[in-house]
């Protein structure tokens, strides 16, 4: 039995020329018996493609968007199509229909799915003399941010090249987007949900260095990286809510223990009973809002104040020995509060870093180990 009868390829497509004729012959020449054609609304001269390969293939079945509603909406509209009709088939495999997925790495990409169960990304290999310096850079910024920020090591995040077993689609079509950013978007949920996953290396195809691509720099770009950095955002805006706390609690004890307590006494315990409250609020939107951990509570409270309390002490060490490498004296005030603040956002990003990838991690991914 043909293993790729159990596959259906996602073949989504805008204003396609005979290049998505040549993929979908090498789609069929490979053996897979099953391709599941989307329209995004292409414009009436295009559409002969779309007809023409649905009447000469009993393989494909077509689906239509009336006008253009994006790549994210296509392909959901394709594996909403698969849940309904294909309740016995193993999985999907999507592919781009520019013909720079190559059929053999599109196969090793579904077989590699049928045997680990795992999603599976084609990742191209960036490194390469032809691949256009646009996309070289946009690739190594991206996977950095993507690395740093949502704690995933890969090595292309813009594959449109991904096998996905059946058992995780449902999840992925309640994915946000109905453009680009729905790919990226995707890889979000994978971590999210702890979806396993895995790399396999395809060839590294560029057709006239990509014009064909639908890909708007500017508009795309911005879905793309305002979604990596969420996290990041939600965490800045618990920092805030956490400061507005502790400095209000702390006026606030400031003025009703006046008289009760004094000097010493009365600025310690404000400052003692307004951190512990406002650590206890961070903590907790971090976990519930920030990083939307599952993480076991206590175990994860044990963490994050075992890199809270070392963060104050090792902010104080860094300012001040900065200032004595440098020499920087104390009548110095703005040259000193400068680098205070630089001291303070590199260790508020190797926080956020920790707290991601330690304290709020738990059993959060099924794909580490």
């Not at 409270?301 to 963060?311: C, D, S, W």
């Not at 009548?331 to 707290?355: G, H, I, K």
Request: glycine share 6%.
């Amino acid at each position: 039995m043909n293993e790729l009868s159990k596959i259906s390829v996602v073949l989504p497509s805008l204003d396609p020329d005979e290049k998505l004729v040549a993929v979908i012959d090498g789609l069929l020449e490979h053996g897979f018996t099953d391709i599941i054609l989307v329209n995004d609304g292409s414009k009436p001269e295009n559409l002969h493609y779309f007809e023409d390969a649905a009447a000469q293939h009993p393989e494909i079945h077509l689906l239509h968007h009336p006008v253009n509603r994006g790549k994210g909406a296509a392909l959901k509209t394709a594996f909403a199509w698969f849940l309904e009709n294909r309740p016995d088939a193993a999985g999907v495999v999507t592919v781009d229909g520019d013909n720079q997925h190559h059929p053999e790495d599109t196969r090793a990409c579904a077989l590699k799915m049928l045997e680990t169960g795992k999603i599976i990304l084609g990742c191209r290999d960036f490194s390469l003399p032809h691949v256009p310096p646009r996309s070289r850079f946009g690739n190594r910024i991206t996977s950095g941010i993507f690395k740093i920020f949502v704690g995933m090591t890969l090595s292309d995040t813009q594959t449109g090249l991904r096998a996905v077993p059946a058992r995780d689609i449902k999840t992925l079509t309640q994915v946000y987007g109905d453009r680009f950013e729905y790919e990226t978007n995707m890889l979000l949920a994978m971590k999210d949900k702890g979806l396993p996953y895995e790399e396999v290396k395809i060839r590294t195809v560029y057709i006239e260095e990509n014009k064909s691509s639908h890909f708007r720099a500017v508009r795309d770009s911005w879905r793309i990286y305002k979604l990596i950095l969420g996290h990041f955002f939600r965490y800045s805006i618990s920092a805030i809510v956490s400061a507005v706390v502790d400095t209000g609690l702390y006026a606030l004890l400031s003025a009703l223990l006046n008289g009760v307590l004094s000097g010493v006494m009365l600025t310690g315990a404000a400052v003692v009973v307004a951190r512990a409250v406002s650590s206890l609020c961070n903590f907790f939107m971090n976990k519930k809002l920030v990083f939307q951990s599952n993480v076991n509570t206590g175990k994860a409270m044990l963490r994050y104040y075992m890199i809270a309390v070392p963060n104050m002490l090792l902010q104080l060490g860094f300012t001040q020995g900065v200032y004595a490498i440098f020499r920087i004296p104390d009548s110095a005030v703005f040259l000193r509060s400068v680098l205070y603040v630089v001291v303070m956002c590199v260790l508020f990003v190797l926080t956020f870093v920790l707290q991601q990838r330690w304290v709020f991690a738990g059993n959060k991914s099924r794909n580490e180990g």
